[in-house]
């Protein structure tokens, strides 16, 4: 099969190239997808889990990518709640090879059922990006109807789909980007922008949530906008700074087939839109890991004829 892999860490590049390699197998409760479209994270190459295994083993040449959205073609051994043939989507185990080639092992409980009416680039840009909004809103900040929230980088994959959750929970939504972003931000739903580079973060204060994904002095000065009581929940990396009387906590998503499945229904039901900017074929994927490309919306690689 065709893949993209990558294979020196300390290289510019990261020995990222397009090249052949073996059909994965199918190990106890897997499931191998013909891959059709797949999403992934730049910042993904700066991961260990892309390096190594969980033993700390040297895994490459190894496969980036994590999101998928594909057919089902094979099961491995104890396999349940998925079937051959099927429309799946999802995203993959961060230290095994990724979506970003012809096929891949996924682990069945990590993917969903996709709806027939929702297409495989829409479904592999929604996993990661919308089941990491909703956690971080939901199950880590516990944001209710009513409450108020500030989303950091809120244009962005994760900050996008934030805004319409919130919303749609009856919070009251800031979001902060660039100028640039501020009509993108406000078209979503929220309620008002601030532009980090030109207006003062003091401003959006104080808010019940904060929820970022920008992470250094953006997420240190964001602490003392919670008020008491509140949360300030971070993806970037574990907070320094922390909120007078709040809660302070960072997240890595996890796989969660119901809320999938959830997330599917809202973007077929016309409740969820997700921003997918650039679509490239699997021939031309190491192009859109090139440092300072920056297309509005997600970049997604279709693998097959969807």
């Given at each position: 099969m065709k893949a993209v892999i990558v294979t020196d860490r300390d290289a510019t590049d990261r020995g990222l190239k397009v090249t052949d390699l073996p059909r994965p197998h199918a190990a106890e409760n897997d499931v191998i997808v013909r891959v059709h479209a797949a999403g992934f994270?730049?910042?993904?190459?700066?991961?260990p889990a892309t390096w190594s295994d969980r033993a700390g083993r040297d895994r490459t040449p190894s496969v980036p990518g994590h999101e998928v959205s594909g057919v089902v073609t094979d099961l491995g051994y104890g396999t349940t709640g998925l079937s051959v043939g099927q429309h799946v989507f999802g995203f993959t185990d961060w230290a095994r090879d990724g979506s970003l080639a012809e096929y891949v092992a996924v682990e069945a409980r990590n993917l969903a059922p996709l709806p027939a009416d929702v297409d495989h680039v829409t479904a592999a840009a929604l996993p990661i990006s919308g089941l990491t909004a909703w956690q971080g809103l939901f199950d880590h900040a516990g944001l209710t109807a009513g409450q108020s929230v500030l989303i950091h980088g809120a244009a962005g994959a994760?900050?996008?789909?934030?805004v319409q959750l919130a919303r749609e929970a009856g919070a009251r939504v800031i979001g902060t980007g660039r100028s640039a972003d501020r009509q993108t931000v406000l078209g979503l739903g929220a309620q008002a922008f601030l532009d980090l580079e030109t207006e003062w973060l003091r401003d959006a204060g104080p808010v019940d949530v904060v929820f970022d994904v920008i992470g250094g002095d953006v997420l240190d000065r964001s602490a003392?906008?919670?008020?008491?009581?509140g949360a300030l929940v971070t993806i970037a990396h574990p907070p320094t700074v922390r909120p007078e009387n709040g809660r302070a906590v960072f997240f890595v998503v996890e796989p969660d087939r119901v809320r999938l499945a959830d997330l599917a229904r809202r973007v077929r039901e016309g409740r969820l839109s997700v921003r997918v900017g650039e679509v490239l074929?699997?021939?031309?994927?190491?192009?859109?890991?090139?440092?300072?490309?920056?297309?509005?919306?997600?970049?997604?690689?279709?693998?097959?004829?969807?």
């Open positions: 994270t730049r910042g993904e190459l700066d991961w994760v900050g996008s789909l934030a003392a906008l919670v008020r008491a009581g074929p699997l021939a031309e994927a190491v192009a859109a890991f090139a440092p300072g490309r920056r297309v509005p919306g997600r970049t997604v690689i279709r693998v097959a004829g969807d």
